[in-house]
């Protein structure tokens, strides 16, 4: 019994798999036969799709070896050589005497038409580009294969420049663009720390202070002003004091990254390029702290300017409510009554 059930669910998994092949074999030769056509009607692009779609459902030595012949036509000859090489390893036994001669003088065509460029770029992870098109990313696994003229090679990472080579290429050349990334300062570059004069705060207080209209005679003021005029000094000389500290850090980070930008790329990517940015962070950090202690103040500043400035208005308008009231009195007097105040 067991026999004949392991016999049957093989027959259904084998059933299964046959199935799924043959309708892989269907979705090939419909994508394998558009390719065909669109080769023919010298659409190139659309050819490659259709035939690359046809070789993922269903590999065949005719559909690779019409890709190699779309690739080539499309310039693109590293592809162009690797179909060409899938065919000899997959199907080199199955091939005909006249479709290995035929593809092995497509395969020598490409190599006596085109110019060997190996691109070199560092840092790796850089994408690269000829003539404004993407060709992968740093390193390059392979040499270019390009036809004869004149290229510009450049790269991309962020937080480098490189500098773009452009070079001419003929049929059988084999050349070297090694391109290197130089750091972008901008990267590393700290903001210019502002100078705080010491008067600024009690010059604002002052100007607050100003717009209070002043009684005529003299009153006692409440002993909350004194203590938010303290205050406000206090305050605005400490933000002072951690402004003008943070200058120093700010100058040593600032040396610290032209030091940066003086070494060579291997330099800067070594222990003396990272005891420098280590440095530069230290100094970094401590500038912004004081900095950011000192903008502290000086909002802490402001606050109590204000504050001081309406205690004292509330307590001048208070003192004004607390007079009291003129005395008035009648008098006899010459031809009537005297108002005495």
């Known amino acids: 019994m067991r026999t004949i059930l392991s016999s049957f669910i093989m027959f259904i998994i084998v059933g299964c798999v ?12 419909k994508h394998f036969k558009a390719g065909v056509s669109l080769l023919k009607s010298e659409d190139y692009e659309g050819a490659a799709t259709a035939l690359e779609a046809s070789i993922e459902e269903y590999p065949t030595k005719s559909g690779l070896f019409n890709l190699a012949n779309a690739y080539k036509l499309l310039k693109r000859y590293n592809d162009a050589l690797s179909a060409l090489e899938r065919l000899n390893r997959d199907f080199g036994n199955q091939l005909d005497k006249e479709l290995k001669r035929t593809a092995h003088g497509l395969a020598q065509e490409i190599r006596d038409l085109v110019g060997k460029l190996t691109v070199t770029v560092a840092p790796a992870g850089a994408e690269v580009f ?4 993407p060709v992968g990313t740093a390193p390059l696994a392979k040499p270019l294969l390009l036809a004869p003229g004149h290229y ?9 420049d490189f500098q773009a ?9 084999d050349l070297v663009a090694t ?11 700290l903001p210019q720390p502002s100078r705080l004069e010491p008067q600024t705060a009690e010059t604002s207080l002052q100007e607050t202070a100003s717009e209070v209209s002043p009684e005529p005679e003299r009153r006692k003021v409440t002993p909350w002003f004194w203590v938010g005029l303290g205050a406000t000094v206090a305050v605005g000389a400490l933000t002072g004091v951690f402004w003008g500290l943070s200058g120093a850090p700010a100058d040593k980070a600032n040396a610290h990254l032209a030091a940066f930008n003086e070494l060579t790329l291997p330099e800067q990517a070594g222990s003396i390029g990272k005891q420098i940015v280590a440095d ?4 970094a950090d401590e500038y912004t702290k004081l900095r950011n202690l000192g903008t502290g103040f000086a909002i802490g500043t402001g606050v109590l300017a204000v504050a001081t400035a309406v205690i004292l208005i509330v ?13 008035v009195a009648l008098a006899p007097g010459v031809g009537g009554v005297t108002l005495l105040f």
Do not use: H, M
């Open 130 to 133: 000829v003539n404004g098109k």
């Open 315 to 327: 307590d001048r308008k208070k003192s004004k409510s607390e007079q009291p009231a003129p005395r």
């Open 18 to 29: 046959t199935s799924a092949a043959a309708e892989d074999k269907v979705l090939g030769e």
């Open 179 to 189: 391109l290197t990334g130089k750091p972008v300062a901008a990267a590393l570059e």
């Open 165 to 173: 080579d452009k070079l001419r290429l003929l049929s059988g050349d």
């Open 280 to 283: 530069w962070q230290v100094d």
């Open 152 to 160: 510009e090679i450049t790269a991309r990472l962020n937080g480098f």
